[in-house]
């Protein structure tokens, strides 16, 4: 689909798609609600970061800035190097007035984390097989070898590969957690802090919606605590979040 661009509210916002689906369509004509609940049932037939990126696009346009938010950043979790959502996530947040850390804890830009996102947890999954795999050929190879220096050689590709295995099961295992776990939270309308888990605790103040606060842990359904832009650790009730998870 090709990117149009669109002026809103002093602000860009880009809608791209690989593929033309009724979603598409229906934000061509401006029927926004609808394109929105089409792209919500084509999720249900497998996660996207194209439609989690055009979903955030439909609630901008209808005036949903924190569902905005929480949409791109959801594109992002599936693919942090999606630069037209982290764009349009900068432009939400900038109208939202809404409060986040640093750029560091919303994208991967260290070389490690860059790294974990390259693929998903089924790509490393594969190459941790492809690793014991030549593990296990080399080791043949080694119980075989005649000479000193054959012999040598077929060990030290059988630790190397048996040690990539471990190393790409780990990488596995972490990107599964980081893709299904929830690590941050999107304030969906202003909301009050406290000190605990409970109303009748010290209010520490409040945070308006659209603001992305880091998940740190639950108390009953009610409650969850949660690390503030500026590093303090409180407490919000969970009705008034949405958790970034896919």
């Known amino acids: 689909m090709k ?15 690989s593929a033309s689906t009724r979603g598409d369509s229906l934000y061509a004509v401006q029927q926004f609600k609808e394109s929105a609940g089409a ?39 599936v693919n942090p190097q999606h630069s037209d959502a982290q ?27 860059s790294l974990l996102s390259s693929k998903n947890a089924n790509q490393w999954g594969n190459l941790a097989t492809i690793s014991f795999a030549v593990f296990l050929l080399f080791g043949v190879f080694f119980l075989l070898a005649k000479t000193p220096l054959v012999k040598k050689c077929m060990f030290f590709i059988a630790v190397f590969s048996f040690l990539s295995w471990v190393v790409l099961n780990i990488f ?15 304030v969906m309308k202003m909301t009050q802090l406290y000190e605990s888990a409970t109303e009748a605790s010290k209010q520490v103040g409040e945070i308006p919606a659209g603001s992305i606060l880091k998940f740190n842990d639950e108390f009953n ?21 949405e958790y970034v998870k896919i």
């Open 172 to 186: 596995a295992y972490s990107s599964k957690e980081r893709f299904y776990n929830a690590e941050h939270l999107v």
């Open 3 to 17: 990117r149009i661009l669109t002026y809103i509210f002093s602000s860009f916002i880009f809608l791209t798609s």
């Open 39 to 77: 792209y919500e049932s084509e999720l249900a037939q497998g996660v996207n970061d194209e439609i989690f990126y055009n979903l955030g696009n439909c609630y901008y346009r209808m005036g949903e800035i924190p569902r905005a938010i929480l949409n791109y950043l959801k594109a992002l979790k």
């Open 87 to 113: 764009d349009n996530l900068m432009l939400c947040l900038e109208q939202s007035g809404g409060q986040v850390g640093s750029a560091d804890e919303l994208f991967y830009t260290t070389w490690l984390k």
């Open 221 to 241: 359904d009610e409650w969850v605590h949660v690390v503030l832009p500026d590093g303090r650790e409180v407490w919000c009730q969970k009705a008034q979040v």
